[in-house]
């Protein structure tokens, strides 16, 4: 089984500042996602990323994909009210099974 | 555009009975997914279907049947429900490509009485 870790568990900032949230794996990922739950819904997705190095953009939010391609993390610049929520990144690796191993989710409050 | 949904959104059971958790999408997808979110574990791919009448275990398979006759629908069946199966049930899926991308339902907040 694939392990994939992601930091901080929870996040509890005031509105303007700036976070970063962590995933890591020791295994390359052959692609890797980030995806945002509120309560009572499912996941949506907000990103995938594949190639090492990649950056992508969202509004305020910042995804990079690391060069070897085993870590990512998201950037939330100026966070405000409505960023709050659980945030998870879900990784694939190269093993012939579609099945994504998600991390275990950082919870974040943004504090008007 | 429906998308995906899933029923019931909420339901409550005895220990012991069967329950069944539908699925059903509109988007044609090959590969569709079962998983529960509880505290503290996240995301637990339960099985999942690489197209109808393909289907595999995933990490918490115990307790738990899947059927997949048609691409649209992959419902979820717990033989005999127990405590410990209380939990919030997703349904997602995803495209036969290369991005892995997957696309959840609104989930089904299942208690075991």
């Known amino acids: 089984t694939q392990l994939l870790e992601q930091s901080p568990q929870f996040l509890s900032i005031q509105e303007g500042e700036n976070l970063t949230v962590y995933c890591n794996s020791s295994?390359?990922?052959?692609?890797l996602q980030w995806y945002r739950q509120e309560p009572g819904e499912g996941p949506v997705l907000l990103v995938t990323?594949?190639?090492?190095?990649e950056v992508k953009k969202l509004k305020r939010l910042t995804f990079q994909f690391g060069d070897a391609r085993k870590d990512s993390s998201l950037h939330i610049t100026a966070a405000q009210p409505g960023d709050t929520g659980l945030y998870l990144c879900?990784?694939?690796?190269?093993?012939?099974?579609?099945?994504?191993?998600f991390g275990s989710g950082t919870r974040l409050q943004v504090q008007p | 555009d429906a998308g995906i949904t899933q029923s019931p959104r909420y339901k409550i059971t005895e220990t012991g009975r069967q329950v069944t958790l539908m699925c059903h999408q509109t988007?044609?997808?090959?590969?569709m997914f079962w998983y529960r979110q509880d505290l503290g574990h996240g995301l637990r791919l339960i099985y999942y279907?690489?197209?109808?009448?393909?289907?595999d275990k995933g990490e918490v398979p115990d307790g738990y049947v899947v059927s997949r006759s048609k691409t649209e629908n992959f419902p979820l069946t717990l033989e005999s429900a127990t405590r410990s199966q209380t939990s919030v049930y997703f349904c997602?899926?995803?495209?036969?490509?290369?991005?892995?991308?997957?696309?959840f339902g609104p989930g089904t907040r299942l208690t075991v009485t």
């Open positions: 997602a899926s995803s495209l036969r490509d290369s991005t892995y991308e997957q696309y």
């Open positions: 295994s390359v990922f052959s692609s």
């Open positions: 990323v594949v190639t090492g190095g």
């Open positions: 879900a990784g694939a690796w190269d093993t012939g099974r579609r099945a994504l191993t």
């Open positions: 988007w044609s997808h090959s590969y």
């Open positions: 279907s690489a197209a109808a009448d393909i289907t």
